[in-house]
Nanobody
Framework: QVQLVESGGGSVEDGGSLRLSCEWT????????LGWFRQAPGKEREGVAA???????SYENSVRGRFTISRDNAKNTLYLQMNSLKPEDTGIYYC?????????????????WGQGTQVTVSS
């Protein structure tokens, strides 16, 4: 069982930056894949970035070069640094975790989800 709590959302103008954080708590010693997902109004939830316990990283094409995912296992915290934000980045951002093999941007394998934090980018 993993509990996830996101923070750091807000409203910025086009071209601005935000850093999201996600603290996780668990009673197990499992190695987790951690991911950031977002959901815009009227759209399906999509994967943004993921980082495995060994440090391997995946990004969705539209955010590559603008967003940076990182994890601090000593602090049990996942981060998403978002630069050069665009209005199309607006949505609710969720962090998620799973302990299965692989670490992709597909939502299916993720068993644990935070409640989400709103990111709004205005033009």
């Amino acid at each position: 069982q993993v509990q996830l709590v996101e923070s750091g959302g807000g409203s910025v103008e086009d071209g601005g930056s935000l850093r999201l954080s996600c603290e996780w708590t668990t009673r197990t010693s499992s190695s987790y894949c951690l991911g950031w997902f977002r959901q815009a109004p009227g759209k399906e939830r999509e994967g943004v970035a993921a980082v495995d316990f060994d440090g391997s990283i995946s990004y969705e094409n539209s955010v590559r070069g603008r967003f940076t995912i990182s994890r601090d296992n000593a602090k049990n915290t996942l981060y998403l640094q978002m630069n050069s934000l665009k209005p199309e980045d607006t949505g609710i951002y969720y962090c998620a975790a799973h302990a299965h093999w692989g670490c992709s941007l597909a939502t299916g394998p993720y068993d644990y989800w935070g409640q989400g934090t709103q990111v709004t980018v205005s033009s």
